[in-house]
């Protein structure tokens, strides 16, 4: 190997290395940050994307215990949770829109006016994701028809030929057999 190419593949090498260790070596005051945004809408925005975890977790919840998934004990004490939760997330959003604290309440009067605007916020979000137009909608309309027929041929099967036959049917449609 002649020297010239070490010395190019030592100072490629070096490129590359000072190039992965910038934003290592960068100072934090030279991050590129928007001098428009300020700290509260920081705050504002992480709040929202929490409430939005909370109602998400709920829907899923109600959608668990929809379908025996989790037993009434368990759900009615993980969605008292959630609710509290994002009860204190829209305190909080109070609290950062307003620019103040708001003084602690009794718990009889904070916690459930914040948890009845959120099982608010929960009941638009329901209403919102059932007026949008579901792709699976259609399958599910027809999985529910293929099951009602489905339900409909529990008679059994021709004595003759074997092939399923329905409760209306009073001669096997494949091979004309009478249907006792």
Do not use: W
């Amino acid at each position: 190997m002649d020297l010239g190419a070490f010395f190019f593949f030592l100072a490629l090498l070096l490129l590359v290395g000072l190039f992965v260790a910038r934003p290592i070596l960068e100072d934090e005051s030279q991050t590129r940050h928007d001098p428009s945004i300020m700290p509260q809408d920081h705050e504002r925005s992480a709040l929202m994307a929490k409430s939005d975890r909370i109602l998400v977790s709920l829907k899923e919840l109600d959608f668990d215990y929809a379908i025996g998934k989790i037993n009434k004990q368990d759900y009615t004490q993980q969605r008292e949770s959630l609710l509290m939760q994002g009860a204190e997330v829209l305190q909080e959003m109070d609290e950062v829109s307003s620019g103040e604290t708001i003084p602690e309440l009794s718990i009889g009067e904070s916690e459930i006016g914040e948890t009845d605007r959120f099982e608010e916020d929960v009941k638009r979000e329901k209403r919102y994701s059932a007026s949008i137009a579901d792709p699976d909608d259609d399958i599910e309309v027809l999985l529910a028809e293929r099951r009602r027929t489905q339900n409909e041929k529990g008679m059994g099967f021709c004595p003759k030929c074997g092939n399923s036959v329905k409760k209306s049917d009073i001669f096997c449609p494949k091979c004309g057999e009478r249907i006792k």
